[in-house]
């Protein structure tokens, strides 16, 4: 495996590794604060989430991967687990109907999404949601609950039959979360948003180093790969040391590329000498909307909870989507208080006396729309001139579906105020940037026939047959539910599957 494998600073490690062997009760509140580190909410959330107080998912991307144009939020990571040190860990299978334009059945990913959840643990429940969304795992746990969740899930409850009549199907979330070590579970700590001192949040780097652990594989860190050349019998892999500059090539009878969807394109398109050559990026339209729900719930800073997502909700509502629209309800973090500081300026002081009753009763939102909706961006490969490095240039595409879809959404969510017992803060609804979600691929969609800038269904780009692409750039269509879980199972189906030559 060539990787560019940035990880995090050894004393950021040193400290993550004292705060594991302790339990919260022990930890000093300086070794929390250096965790919560340069992690700031503004007005429309956090602008980069960190890990353990680091920026290490996204550093150097910006030298070695340049691209010009704005209003694109997606970026690159060269970290060695990739954006899995930071990722929200939401875990839902594609829904089977909404894959109508895949050339892979969805029946063949079902062995895969088997296996890639039994090596990232799945904290779940088996509630209704299992009727759309299969669980695809008998070894699953629960996440600890928060009372703000509990009392909502409560109340959806009370009206299930009506809710679901009208779209609605919920349940709680589904997390990557292994459970701690001797069976001791999640400790409640509420640092999910900084990194978990446990590593319970699935992280790739945790697959990384047992792979490591075994004789057949080899692991080459600070590698940058720039681009392959197949030849009569395998492929020839042109790379560049991170460290000294010098040029690298490693050869192979296959490559398997997953450097995320912006790096793959560049990697492929700069393979192919296809620069100025326009391919286009799909996205799921991320988007922030806080709910006030009518009660609150004491206490909300003080209780032990997760911080990642704790409630999912599927609208399947053809009035509001073609497809379904997924919304993950995170309920207290310590980021929020912050944010109102951010919104109401110096206004916030006069606020202060009522933040607590408000924070009680205070939601947010986070949902995804179908690729269909959402904004694209087009993508090419800038030749390299006078010196400067090959570009990739972004330029957003907006799609006039966007707004007046999100729009629907909130008012789906107002019309239903009485059953959810809370209110969407409509003015208060965030589109983010194209990709800023980064739940973004479909730059070389597979393809029964592939054409030029299309792959086959093992993610073979059109007049290749040993360079197999297994990230999101593969997906014909984005779902609205989570991205990482598919994209984990169609490439363990890639490579698991007889190719032929
Ligand atoms: C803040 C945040 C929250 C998220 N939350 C969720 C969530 O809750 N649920 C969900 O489904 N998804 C979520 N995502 C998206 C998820 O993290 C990505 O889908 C996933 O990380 C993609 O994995 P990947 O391996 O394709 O690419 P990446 O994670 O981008 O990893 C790229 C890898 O390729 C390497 N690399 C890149 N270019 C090169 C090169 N030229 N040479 C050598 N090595 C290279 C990097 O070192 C890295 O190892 C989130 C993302 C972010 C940033």
């Not at 199907?169 to 948003?193: D, H, Q, T, V, W």
């Not at 792979?211 to 892999?237: K, N």
């Not at 690729?371 to 972004?394: F, K």
């Amino acid at each position: 495996m060539l990787d560019a494998g940035i990880e995090l600073e050894p004393e950021r490690r040193q400290l993550v590794a004292q705060l594991a062997a302790q339990d919260p009760p022990q930890w000093s509140p300086t070794a929390i604060a250096r965790v919560k580190e340069y992690m700031n909410a503004g007005k429309s959330g956090i602008r980069l989430k960190y890990a353990y107080g680091s920026d290490f998912p996204y550093r150097e991307a910006d030298r070695y991967l340049p691209r010009e144009g704005t209003g694109v939020g997606l970026v690159p990571s060269l970290a060695r687990g990739g954006f899995s040190n930071v990722w929200g860990a939401a875990v839902l299978p594609y829904v089977e109907d909404e894959m109508a334009d895949w050339p892979v059945p969805y029946d063949s990913l079902t062995p895969h999404y088997e296996a890639v959840l039994a090596v990232m643990g799945l904290a779940a429940t088996k509630d209704d949601l299992a009727e759309r969304f299969p669980l695809f795992s008998t070894d699953y746990h629960p996440a600890p609950t928060s009372r703000q969740a509990e009392s909502l899930l409560r109340d959806l409850n009370a009206h299930r039959d009506t809710l679901r009549s009208r779209g609605f199907l919920f349940g709680y979330s589904r997390l990557a979360l292994r459970p701690r070590n001797e069976g001791r579970g999640c400790a409640a700590c509420g640092l999910c948003m900084y990194g978990c001192p446990y590593g319970l949040i699935y992280s790739t780097g945790a697959t990384l180093a047992a792979l490591q652990r075994d004789p057949m594989f080899r692991y080459e860190g600070g590698v940058l790969v720039e681009r392959f050349v197949e030849t009569a019998d395998g492929v020839e892999i042109r790379a560049r040391s991170m460290v000294t500059g010098e040029p690298l090539v490693r050869t192979g009878s296959r490559v398997y590329l997953a450097a995320g969807v912006l790096s793959s394109t560049k990697l492929v398109l700069a393979s192919l000498e296809a620069y100025d050559q326009p391919v286009t990026l799909m996205d799921s339209q991320y988007f922030l909307l806080p709910l006030l729900r009518y009660r609150g719930e004491r206490g909300v800073s003080r209780e032990s909870l997760h911080t990642l997502s704790q409630v999912f909700i599927e609208l399947f509502d053809r009035e509001v989507s073609e497809h379904s629209v997924h919304l993950q309800v995170y309920t207290y973090n310590d980021l929020y208080p912050e944010a109102f500081q951010a919104v109401l300026g110096p206004a916030f002081p006069a606020f202060r006396p009522a933040l607590n009753s408000f924070l009680a009763r205070f939601l947010v939102i986070q949902g995804y729309l179908h690729s269909d909706l959402s904004t694209h961006v087009s993508i090419r490969l800038r030749p390299p001139r006078d010196g400067a490095p090959a570009t990739l240039a972004l330029t957003v595409e907006k799609n006039p579906a966007t707004r007046p879809a999100l729009r629907r959404v909130a008012r789906k969510l107002l019309r239903n105020r009485s059953l959810l017992r809370a209110v969407p803060l409509s003015p208060m609804l965030r589109p983010g940037d194209a990709g800023r979600g980064f739940h973004a691929g479909g730059t070389l969609p597979m393809r029964a026939r592939p054409g030029p800038f299309q792959t086959d269904v093992w993610g073979r780009p059109h007049g290749l047959r040993r360079v197999h692409v297994v990230d999101s750039s593969v997906f014909p269509s984005i779902n609205a539910s989570t991205i990482t879980l598919t994209v984990m199972a169609n490439a363990h189906r890639i490579a698991a599957e007889e190719v032929p030559a």
